[in-house]
């Protein structure tokens, strides 16, 4: 089955430096990967996505790369602001239709 | 706004007591995903339903827990003599087709469940 890892658990940066945050899948059939930010006492919600046909995509400050042949997939975020400060999730398709999440990436932007 | 929408957001309830938790998925989609998630923990799946079937309940307990989306009306997730251990946040999500395929899934803002 699919196992989707994410480092590191932790990550504190000053604001205006930059995050990354990495995930690796098991399940090279997989073509799909979001990622989604938790803010505290709220849903996940989906900040950027990439598929199998595209090594790299950017929306302004965020950006996320993805290596098929290693299977993993990082999420860049540059500039950082104090809003940036979230618990950060990876995911990937697994079997039918159900996503696996990585374990969260808890971001503090210090200011 | 026709985003995913559950209820309630909070829940108390009694050891023994059953729960239950509502999703309406967004407009137009019929994949539904239940999710749990413990304090400070990540995202477990439990459940993915189309209308009216279930279709990967591996995530879910084997007992005291059952999920639905019927033709009509929300998608619901019942609890059964609910234990302290229940306590977390539910989430729903939705998605216009299969996941696999690479449609996004959207997350409501999730129901918690307090067990006292």
């Known amino acids: 089955g699919e196992n989707v890892e994410q480092h590191p658990s932790t990550l504190s940066v000053q604001e205006g430096d930059s995050a990354v945050i990495k995930c690796t899948y098991s399940?090279?059939?997989?073509?799909?990967f979001p990622w989604y930010k938790q803010e505290l006492g709220k849903g996940p919600q989906l900040i950027i996505d990439?598929?199998?046909?595209?090594g790299e995509k950017k929306d302004q400050r965020i950006a996320v790369t993805l290596n098929k042949t290693a299977k993993h997939f990082s999420l860049h975020i540059t500039e950082t602001q104090p809003e940036d400060s979230a618990v950060y999730f990876c995911?990937?398709?697994?079997?039918?239709?159900?996503?696996?999440f990585g374990t969260g990436t808890s971001l503090t932007v210090i200011p | 706004n026709a985003g995913v929408m559950q209820n309630p957001r909070h829940l108390v309830r009694r050891r023994g007591q059953e729960a239950r938790l509502r999703c309406s998925p967004m407009?137009?989609?019929?994949?539904v995903y239940w999710y749990r998630q413990l304090p400070e923990e990540g995202l477990k799946f439990m459940v993915y339903?189309?209308?009216?079937?279930?279709?990967?309940e591996s995530g879910m307990p084997k007992e005291r827990f059952s999920a639905e989306f019927p033709k009509e009306g929300p998608s619901i997730l019942r609890i059964q003599q609910v234990v302290r251990g229940d306590s977390a946040a539910y989430f729903c999500?939705?998605?216009?087709?299969?996941?696999?395929?690479?449609?996004?899934?959207?997350f409501g803002e999730g129901s918690w469940l307090t067990v006292v």
């Open positions: 339903l189309q209308k009216e079937n279930i279709i990967d």
């Open positions: 999500a939705s998605s216009l087709n299969s996941g696999r395929t690479g449609n996004t899934i959207y």
């Open positions: 995911a990937a398709p697994f079997s039918i239709d159900q996503f696996y």
């Open positions: 399940d090279s059939a997989s073509n799909y």
């Open positions: 407009k137009g989609h019929s994949h």
């Open positions: 990439i598929r199998s046909n595209v």
